[in-house]
């Protein structure tokens, strides 16, 4: 059974860092794009960064120069390094492996909560 865990959220002051990880089971990872989405109280899930399976990434204007996404394929996981954080930052973050090799919209996870305190 495919399980695709984000960790790694919590609630840190404006200005801080965070480091999220999606750690997926099975050899989901290899072959597929790797994508963290984040989703505010009353707002439609958006997106934030995206790493394709030959490691080229591509991030958000909003969090352009602030986050950085990367991936191990080895260990099946990827990242999002979050620096500079802002109060609107704050949103649950959803990990999405997406590709040739995932069925549909692909596998998610169930969220990890992020909350920057101002």
């Known amino acids: 059974q495919v399980q695709v865990v984000e960790s790694g959220g919590g609630l840190v002051q404006a200005g801080g860092s965070l480091r999220l990880s999606c750690a997926a089971s099975g050899s989901i990872v290899s072959g597929n794009n790797m994508i963290w989405y984040r989703q505010a109280p009353g707002k439609q899930r958006e997106f934030v960064a995206l790493?394709?399976?030959?490691?080229?990434?591509s991030h958000a204007n909003s969090v352009k120069g602030r986050f950085t996404i990367s991936r191990d394929n080895a260990k099946n996981m990827a990242y999002l390094q979050m620096d500079n954080l802002k109060p609107e930052d704050t949103a649950v973050y959803y990990c999405n492996i997406r590709g040739p090799t995932a069925p549909g919209d692909g596998y998610w996870g169930q969220g990890t909560q992020v909350t920057v305190s101002s």
């Open positions: 790493i394709t399976s030959g490691g080229s990434g």
